[in-house]
């Protein structure tokens, strides 16, 4: 299976699922009003990723910014990884990059990881320029 790699766009964030490292990235903001078809070849692809895959994954948010509709699809990203968890016995570590002064940002990733207790869920804030 070939990676996924996204590039970033004035509405949607830069896509980078390694298949090699097993490190996949999500980075910049996600505000498309058409998040819908943004994300779907994203959870597509990573439904057969995980249908094969039986070893440790590490997902990276790194988001600046993101609407409502991009929230459902991480929400819904975050389920297949811990469908995996449960399913696969398997560790998957998720990163949450923030800015240290972004409350809200720092508030979504608290309320990701109280929502799946089976991931290896770090909230990471640091100054970010």
């Known amino acids: ?13 830069y896509v980078s699922f390694d298949v090699n490292t097993r490190v996949f ?13 943004f994300y779907q070849p994203i959870t597509k692809w990573l439904k057969s990723y995980l249908a094969t895959n039986k ?4 997902l990276n948010f790194k988001l600046k910014y993101f609407n409502t509709r991009s929230s459902r699809a991480f929400f819904e990203i975050l389920e297949l990884l811990e469908e995996h968890v449960i399913h696969k016995n398997t560790k998957v570590i998720v990163n949450w990059y923030t800015n240290v002064k972004d409350v809200d940002i720092i ?3 608290e ?6 207790d089976h991931l290896s869920f770090n ?3 640091q100054h970010l320029v």
């Open 1 to 13: 299976m070939d990676s996924l790699l996204i590039k970033r766009e004035k509405y949607t964030p």
């Open 25 to 37: 990235n999500i980075e910049g903001e996600s505000y498309s009003d058409d998040s819908d078809t």
């Open 55 to 58: 070893k440790s994954v590490t």
């Open 107 to 109: 508030e979504d990733g």
């Open 111 to 116: 309320n990701y990881k109280d929502s799946f």
């Open 123 to 125: 909230i990471l804030s």
